[in-house]
């Protein structure tokens, strides 16, 4: 039987947000001679978006959950 999608929280939308704007900003010197390397390099206003999207999510996230009250 199938499971539910459960849908990602914040905190982890900000990871992947983040891991994906280093993997396109630090992707064209690993692809140097291939023909991704354009690509990849022609999308650098993309990663840098993503990094900071990443990062807004995951303080949001952080400042959230430190003013909430404890049990």
Same mark, same amino acid.
């Given at each position: 039987?199938?499971?539910?999608?459960?849908?990602?929280?914040?905190?982890?939308?900000?990871?992947?947000?983040?891991?994906?704007?280093?993997?396109?900003?630090?992707?064209?010197?690993?692809?140097?001679?291939?023909? *991704? #390397?354009?690509? $990849?390099? !022609? /999308?650098? @206003? &993309?990663? *840098? #978006?993503?990094? $900071?999207? !990443? /990062?807004? @999510? &995951?303080?949001?996230?952080?400042?959230?959950?430190?003013?909430?009250?404890?049990?």
């Amino acid at each position: 039987m199938a499971q539910p999608k459960r849908q990602l929280r914040t905190l982890e939308r900000g990871i992947l947000c983040l891991v994906i704007g280093a993997a396109v900003l630090l992707g064209p010197r690993f692809l140097q001679g291939t023909r *991704w #390397f354009e690509m $990849v390099a !022609g /999308a650098y @206003l &993309v990663g *840098w #978006f993503a990094l $900071v999207l !990443g /990062a807004v @999510l &995951v303080v949001g996230e952080l400042i959230k959950r430190a003013r909430q009250p404890r049990p």
